[in-house]
């Protein structure tokens, strides 16, 4: 699996605003059984100084799953996303999303490269409020892995 | 200093469960066939289930959901969920490398199944002053 080294540095059109719903927040803090009452209720979220319901930590993954789809679709890059598994991932925080946030992807690729026959993409995903504040910087290196 | 440890019980409904909430419908987290016929011993946990699990400990230890200022892993081995009741378990532990004089504790976090190490490079810092 070659992966063509001139799309790094390439920076992809921002997304389209994401609403982080309240619902959105708790169905998710259900799925991964985090009970803490910031993800749950208002008023408690509100009291530790948030305007709305706080999503748990890796909640932005959703967001920018979605909007990785620009970079992995892209007919141009050649990848065959049934090869693909997650190599690393990394989140950096200005601040938690929020219930009411709208939050929009940009995308740069950071790497690509190929050894021993596997592909890997490092992706770099700046998460901004649609009014262009920062709240969470994503990375996550994903394998292509060479035909046995 | 190590952090006490916790343990996470993972079972095919919460990997169902997970795929719904996150929007990851991967067959290789929910079809033995497709799992098997791509190489891998059976279904397998999404790594961002796992990654939220241990999540889940970092914002625990740190007494507030709101307290992680990065966070980060290396995926190294599938977490194998069989289909049966009991599922499989996560093992999460931490240990504090650093903690800075801006209130800030980096802590290096071992994540295990079946005692074998399934994240690698797992580090957190969190703000533990307000």
């Known amino acids: ?148 | 200093m190590e952090l006490p440890a916790k343990t996470f019980r993972v079972t095919r409904a919460d990997l169902i469960r997970y795929a719904g909430a996150s929007g990851d419908f991967n067959p290789i987290h929910w079809s033995d066939r497709f799992a098997t016929k791509v190489g891998l011993p059976g279904v397998i946990a999404h790594g961002m289930f796992t990654m939220a699990l241990v999540g889940r400990a970092i914002t625990e230890w740190a007494g507030s959901p709101d307290a992680v200022v990065e966070y980060g892993v290396r995926f190294t081995r599938p977490v194998v969920v069989p289909d049966d009741d009991q599922g499989t378990e996560i093992e999460v532990s931490a240990r504090v490398r650093e903690v800075t004089e801006d209130g800030l504790t980096r802590l290096d976090v071992t994540a295990t199944c079946l005692g074998e190490k399934v994240l690698s490079q797992a580090r957190a810092t969190i703000r533990t002053t307000r």
């Open chain 1, 1 to 148: 699996m070659s992966l063509d080294p001139s799309f790094v540095g390439r920076t992809y059109p921002p997304t389209a605003p994401y609403q982080v719903g309240r619902e959105k927040i708790r169905e998710f803090a259900t799925a991964i059984g985090a009970t803490d009452p910031a993800h749950h209720d208002v008023e408690a979220a509100q009291a530790l100084g948030h305007p709305d319901l706080v999503a748990p930590p890796t909640f932005p993954v959703i967001v920018t799953m979605a909007a990785s789809n620009q970079i992995v679709e892209d007919p141009a890059l050649g990848m065959d996303y049934s090869r693909v598994v997650h190599g690393d991932q990394r989140f950096a925080y200005t601040r938690p999303v929020v219930a009411g946030d709208e939050l929009v992807c940009t995308n740069t690729i950071e790497d690509v490269s190929t050894r021993g026959g596997h592909g890997f993409l490092t992706t770099r995903t700046d998460v901004t409020t649609v009014g262009g504040e920062p709240v969470v910087a994503v990375w996550s290196k994903i394998v292509v892995r060479g035909e046995a």
